[in-house]
């Protein structure tokens, strides 16, 4: 089934520890983000690469980098995990029409907990 | 600051009841808004999106209304089944350059039998 794919489902982290989100996509969107979602807040943006070769900051970018490996992929890492950064982590993608993106579609999630 | 506020925060209602979720928001420059059902576990799916000029935008039994002079919009469900229990999020966006997201914290909607 077309979507957006994202591993692991869970992960248990150690403080300090480090570890990289994946996600792929097979709609051929040019367009991927990174958002995480808290408890009583709204998902926010953690970083996003609106086409292959580029990456730009979103809200939160503090304590993670990205990498846009080709157009499929675009993953997430964690350098050393924080107890603030236990979240449920969402990859999305969408297709890039001039200033506006179409097709929003995200994955089913990372849920991760930093002890 | 673009803020999207959604009540109520959670809701019961029978099934077969019909239902209505409310969306406030002040995004600016408004571009268009997004009604998402989020079930336990997984991502966030895409029911409705309205452009500034779109009143009504139906989804079989979902209907989403949108006034832009009052920057409120209502999410609908008409005959709930077991299967609407999930959180509905409120989404607007904004362009100015690229496209910005601004998400509500969701109505956590419960169907019971």
């Known amino acids: 089934n077309a979507g957006v794919t994202q591993t692991p489902k869970f992960q248990v982290l150690k403080t300090g520890q480090s570890m990289t989100l994946q996600c792929a996509q097979d709609m051929n969107h040019n367009s991927m983000y990174w958002y995480r979602q808290d408890p009583g807040m709204g998902l926010r943006l953690i970083y996003y690469?609106?086409?292959?070769?580029?990456?730009d900051k979103g809200e939160v970018p503090n304590g993670y980098n990205v990498s846009r490996l080709n157009k499929r992929e675009f993953s997430l890492r964690l350098e050393s995990a924080a107890p603030s950064q236990t979240s449920v982590y969402f990859c999305?993608?969408?297709?890039?029409?001039?200033?506006?993106?179409?097709?929003?579609?995200f994955g089913s999630g990372t849920r991760l907990t930093v002890v | 600051k673009n803020q999207v506020e959604q009540s109520p925060q959670s809701l019961i209602i029978l099934e077969g009841k019909n239902c209505t979720l409310q969306c406030n928001y002040t995004v600016s420059p408004f571009s268009n808004l997004r009604w998402y059902k989020q079930d336990t576990g997984r991502g966030p799916v895409s029911l409705t999106i309205m452009t500034f000029s779109e009143n009504t935008k139906s989804n079989g039994r979902y209907t989403a209304t949108l006034d832009a002079d009052t920057k409120q919009s209502s999410l609908h469900i008409t005959a709930s089944q077991l299967s609407d229990s999930a959180s509905y999020i409120c989404?607007?966006?904004?362009?100015?350059?690229?496209?910005?997201?601004?998400f509500g914290t969701g109505t956590r909607l419960t169907i019971i039998p």
């Open positions: 690469s609106a086409s292959e070769g580029t990456t």
């Open positions: 999305a993608s969408s297709e890039k029409q001039g200033s506006r993106n179409y097709g929003y579609t």
């Open positions: 989404v607007v966006s904004a362009i100015f350059g690229n496209e910005k997201l601004t």
